[in-house]
Each structure stands twice: as structure tokens, then as C-alpha cells.
């Protein structure tokens, strides 16, 4: 198949590209580095959170719960249910003080519902820690119901053993409204921001190659041969989609390896391998699209080796990767919706921090493939609109 | 097959690039028949790398049509781009890269087997006395060097017709030697090329046959000798030229 030989001569021309590699892999990887190191040198260190826990729910599910949260080590779990002189008014009230930093509430009824209340200064990272067991032992919990085993028991012991199999109900709030100002920076999220800036920089050895084939007449050598055209677009995607995703292994890896050594502790990806999989191909394809029509549109060398990073610092910017969004202004806040580094930083978000669904990124999945499909076609239909627009000009 | 069978049918090509006064291909009408060595002879500017372009599929003709092997150029048929090779006016080949890899890319691109592909890639690299350097990067070639591997690089897959686009320009003694070699083995072998040069004395030395091309027209075709012998007070095929295209190519250099 010479889609493979297309894919290792790409490898083959990026290999030769020493600058490129180390702007692709070496420069994210180290600024990510020193960006969590100053940040860690900002103590905002909380060693355990205090979590407060109201849970009347005496199901399987609820004690189960009970149970669960008590073998954290990092939380220190006090349970108010039955405590007289603290009401959840004033549970709450002292969450947004700041005096304890969580507070998760069980229904007492099915179908069960979990809120989970937190002051809403301490990291997004703290959060998780808070919120990624409850859904563990929550999953636990239904697993279990649904191999039957409590099924089982039920039956043998004639009793109905009241199990909340159908739904639970997670919520996450803040104690007060000021959830926008206070987010602070921390490793879950400069880890996934720079990898994003490094893997659109793909740009740059990607639009390079481009107007090399093109300029030195390789274009013709290639179109000559009895190989489709698609064969050479599909090829480079490809090449170029797994150089990207190497580059977010790698980055991720920087995080959860080699960050802990600096005494980084923040990046944590909690078993979301897969969704987060599939946001790093989606990006991949909207990079590898975008550095395609960068290649194809740019006259020169120099003019895609300019305009191609300056977009992609400008799309940075504004898409929340130099600092969140949160910390934006509301004006910029609203272009930020137009950056494609901002969807992936959110949809990396949405799983890192925010522990959504997966349903909760297909919106930010959908425009970064929507994207890189549009990209593509406009790089196609170069030769036809520019056609088109120069018989307009003449005219 | 036949000697005299024409292979590639050439008819009324026009080429008009878009934003330009006058067509880089006015109407061009001839016939290249089987094993010959056909030159194209003509001035820069005058239409030669056009007409190439389009013979090989890169370009798509304003009107008219050509056919190879009695398939227009217009359908691009897979089978007719395994048959023919192209040597580019260029020297388009990946400076990053060894000269191995880079035959070895182009040589999977024409489907040559896996088994062949390196006995293959090693006798055109003698054919270019190359073997010494193929395992070089191509930017660090001479002019000639880059030449000779730009040459095979549109030959390793043995088509029974290459396009030679002004392959010896800028070239040193040595390499067009090599160069020349090579064109008249290839075409001992019976395969057909379609040279185009604006070198008079190589055209009038390798072609069996020479059109000159003025302007996008071809004003005149035939053997050097029949050129020679046809054209008034001509003495050599500079003659010709000065005399039919009015341009003095000797000139020109
Ligand atoms: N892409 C192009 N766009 C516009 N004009 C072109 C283009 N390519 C060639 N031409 C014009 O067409 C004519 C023939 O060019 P070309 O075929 O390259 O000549 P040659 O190969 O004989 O030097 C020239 O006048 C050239 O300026
Ligand atoms: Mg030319």
C-alpha cells in the first residue's frame, strides 16, 4: 500500500525538521514545566480538604457512600446528618466562608440525588478530588446491582433490599456567585492548554512540507504518478494526526510522571483515557486540517512560517491558554467561542475537571472536526476560488 | 509492434492560462510515433513545459484534446500514468532526503513490486553513476548530481514513454554525458521520448526527429537532416531556426 510509504516520507521529511521538533515537542513540554513549577511556588497548597456530609439515604448506595468517603485519605469527612446545631443553611454559609471546603448532600429518597457544594476559591483539581470518588463508589455501587448480586440476595433472603439502581444524580455548585472571578491556574489545567498550543504548532513543519512540494515541483512528480491525489491528503492527515497525538501522550505524560517529581501533584486524568483519546484526535484533525490550508494558501515559505504561528498565538489567547478564560474580560470572553484552541482547552476541561460526560463535549468535538473538515475542503478548492476570484477582479 | 504506430495523437491544442493576452498554446497538431526520440525545440517561453504538462495530466487543455496510446489525456487513466514517466523542468525532489528514500517513495508511488523495488532502485542509480551518493541528502548534490538523480527519478518505473523537460540545464560536462548515455540506451530499448531543450546542438545530436516551437504553434517538424535540407540557404539546424522562428538561439545563452 503506498499510503504507508506516504505516511513514513512525511515522518522521514518532520525527522529531517530538527527545528520544527523541538518547537512541536521540546518547547510545550518545557514551558509547561516552568509554568506549573512558578505556579506551585504560589502556595495555595491544601493538604485535606474538609468535607462536610449530610446523608440521610440508607440505601446500599448510601452507606455505601458513608463508607466510601471515610477511607480518603484526603478528605476529612464530617458527617452533620443527624447533627443538631449545624443546619444545611448553615452548613452551606460556611462552605462560602471558606471554613470547610465541600459539602456533599445524599437524598434521602430514590432516585438518589448527590449535590455536591464547594467554596468556590480552592482549585478545580481540589474539586476532583472530591467529585471523581464520589462517582467511582457510585459506579461501584451500580455495578454491583446490575450483576445481580444484590438481585440475588434479595431473593434468598425474601426481602427487598431498597437499591437505587436506576438513577443517581450528581450536581456540582458553588457556595456563592463569585464561581467566575476566583478559578485559580493550576496543572490540570496548563498541562492540557500547552498541549493544545503544541499541537497546533504542527502548522508550522506541516505548512513548511506543503509549499516545499509545491514550490520545488515535487506536486507534479506526485500527480504524475498513477496514486490518487486523495491518497496524499489522506496520508498526510494520518502522519501528521499521530504525530499530534505523540505529542499529547508525551505532554500528558509530562504531567502525570514527570510533574509529580517536581512535587506537582495537580494533573490527574482519573481513568478518562478514552474521552480524553478521542478529544486529542479531534484536535488533531482540526490542527493537521488547519496547517493544510495554512501550506496551501501561503504564497511563500516565510508567509506561512509568519502568519501560521501568529494565528495560533492569537487563537491561543483568546481561547483561554495563556490564562482561563474566566480570568477574561467579558468582551473577550465572547470571542473566545470562535477560538478552536478554546474548544479543546473546554472539552479537555469538560473531562479534567468538570468530570462531564461524554455527551458534555460533543458540541466542542463537533466544531473541531467541522473545522478541520472546512479547512481541508477550502485548501481543495484553492485552485478553483482563486480562479474565480481573479475573473472577478478583472472584471 | 509496429515501428510506425502512433502512440501519442495530438490535436488542435489550445492552452490559454487564466489573466493572460495571448495562449501559451495556439493550436498545436502532431503525431509522435513508437521508439522515437522527439525533440522539442523552442525558445523560453514559447510553450514547451505547457504542452509537456498537459500531455502528462498536470494541466487541463483550453480545447482540444491529445490521446496516448488512444486514451485522451482528459480521463487521466490510471494505466496510461503507469506508461509514461515525466523528468520535470524542475529538480523536484526532497532535499531533506537521502536520494535512496526518495526513489524509494516515488518507486512504491508507481506500484513497482516490493521484491524488485531495490534491485531496481540500484541499477538506475548506477545507470546516473549515483550508487556512490545514494545514500547522501539531495541538498548537498551538485548541480549535474541533482540532475542525473532528478533523471531516474522519473524512470525507475520503465515507461514505455518519458517526457524530458530541459533535463540538461545548468548541467557540467561530465553529467551530460552521463545524461545523454542514458536518453540513447533508453531509447535503443525501444521507448519513446519527448525531449524539449532549447540546446540546438543536443537537439540536432539525440532527436530522430525535432519540432520547433515558436509562440505555442509548431512551425515546422521533420529530421534534422529533412530540416536542414528543407529550409532555404540553411546549413545547420541554427539556420533553420533564424530562418523559420526568427530567433537566434545561439544567441540566447
Ligand atoms: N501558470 C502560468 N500562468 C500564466 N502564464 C503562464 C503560466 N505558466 C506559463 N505561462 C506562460 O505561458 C507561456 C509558455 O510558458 P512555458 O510553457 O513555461 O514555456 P517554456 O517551457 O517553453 O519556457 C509563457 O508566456 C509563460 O509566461
Ligand atoms: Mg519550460
Known sequence: MNIFSIIQKEWLLLWHDKASLIIIFVMPMCLVLILTILEASNPRDVRQLSVLLINPNTSILGKAIDKGLKKIDHLKIKNITKDKKISEKEARTSIAEGAHQALIIVSKKSPVKITMIFDPAIPKALESTVVLPIKLLVKNVQLAISKGTVKKISRLTRQRIPVTNKKVTLYTTYASQQEKLIKPKDAQQIVPAWTLFGMFLIIIPLGSIIIKERDLGILQRLYVTPSYKFTFLFGRVIAFGIVNLIQWALMFALGLYILPLFNITGFSIAGHLLPLFVVASAIAFAATGFGILIGSWSRTFEQATAIGPILIVIGAAIGGIFAPVYAMPESLRAIAEYSPLHWGQNAFLEILVRNSDFEAIIPDLSKLIIFGAVCISLALLKPFISQKFSALLKR | ?253
Open chain 2, 1 to 253: 509492434m509496429k515501428e510506425n504506430q502512433i502512440i501519442i495523437k495530438i490535436k488542435n491544442l489550445v492552452k490559454r492560462y487564466p489573466k493572460t493576452e495571448k495562449p501559451a498554446l495556439n493550436g498545436i497538431d502532431f503525431d509522435v510515433f513508437q521508439g522515437e526520440f522527439f525533440g522539442l525545440l523552442g525558445p523560453n517561453g514559447s510553450g514547451k513545459t505547457t504542452l509537456i504538462s498537459i500531455l502528462c495530466g498536470l494541466l487541463h487543455p483550453s480545447s482540444g484534446d491529445a490521446e496516448i496510446y488512444g486514451h485522451s489525456i482528459k480521463n487521466k487513466s490510471q494505466k496510461i500514468r503507469q506508461i509514461i514517466g515525466l523528468v520535470p523542468q524542475d529538480i523536484a525532489l526532497y532535499p531533506t532526503l537521502t536520494l535512496r528514500q526518495n526513489l524509494h517513495f516515488f518507486a512504491k508511488l508507481y506500484h513497482i513490486p516490493r521484491k524488485v523495488i531495490n534491485e531496481r532502485i540500484d541499477k538506475y542509480l548506477e545507470v546516473a553513476q549515483l550508487t556512490d551518493n545514494a545514500d547522501q541528502l539531495v541538498k548537498g548534490f551538485s548541480g549535474g548530481m541533482k540532475r542525473r538523480a532528478n533523471l531516474i527519478a522519473g524512470m525507475l518505473h520503465e515507461p514505455k514513454i518519458i517526457f524530458l523537460d530541459e533535463p540538461t540545464v545548468g548541467v557540467d560536462t561530465i553529467s551530460r554525458y552521463v545524461l545523454f548515455a542514458t536518453l540513447k540506451n533508453f531509447n535503443k530499448e525501444g521507448k519513446t521520448l519527448i525531449y524539449t531543450t532549447h540546446y540546438l546542438e543536443e537537439a540536432q545530436k539525440l532527436c530522430s526527429r525535432i519540432g520547433i516551437i515558436k509562440e505555442g504553434n509548431i512551425v515546422t517538424h521533420g529530421s534534422p537532416q529533412e530540416l536542414v535540407t528543407r529550409t532555404e540557404g540553411a546549413k545547420d539546424l541554427a539556420d533553420v531556426f533564424i530562418k523559420v522562428a526568427g530567433i537566434d538561439l545561439r544567441k540566447e545563452e
